[in-house]
Nanobody, 113 residues
Framework: QVQFAESGGGLVQRGGSLRLSCAAS????????MAWYRQAPGKQRELVAF?????VTDYADSVKGRFAISRDKNTVYLQLNSLEPDDTAVYYC?????????WGKGILVTVSS
């Protein structure tokens, strides 16, 4: 079973930056896809960005040009720049491999105005 060690959240002012990290363990293989989701208070969880094992990445329209996802084998990073109060959410690391999705516990990111 895949397990995650997430770090990097916190409180930041509008316009600031944060870097989230997520290291997956419990597998001997390079995970097919790793992603970041987020869930704001009162809203559904949404995909923020994903990074495939083949190097393909994609982003939600709301974060394009501001966030950057990268990975090194089974560690995935999310650089959050130009943060806005609407980016306030719990950010979840996720892995998708062989039809199975696994979730991290989440990291709180709070952006103050």
């Amino acid at each position: 079973q895949v397990q995650f060690a997430e770090s990097g959240g916190g409180l930041v002012q509008r316009g600031g930056s944060l870097r989230l990290s997520c290291a997956a363990s419990g597998t001997d293989f390079v995970i097919s896809t790793m992603a970041w989701y987020r869930q704001a208070p009162g809203k559904q969880r949404e995909l923020v960005a994903f990074a495939g094992r083949d190097g393909v990445t994609d982003y939600a329209d709301s974060v394009k040009g501001r966030f950057a996802i990268s990975r090194d084998k089974n560690t995935v990073y999310l650089q959050l720049n130009s943060l806005e109060p609407d980016d306030t959410a719990v950010y979840y690391c996720a892995s998708m491999n062989l039809g199975i999705t696994s979730w991290g516990k989440g990291i709180l990111v709070t952006v103050s105005s």
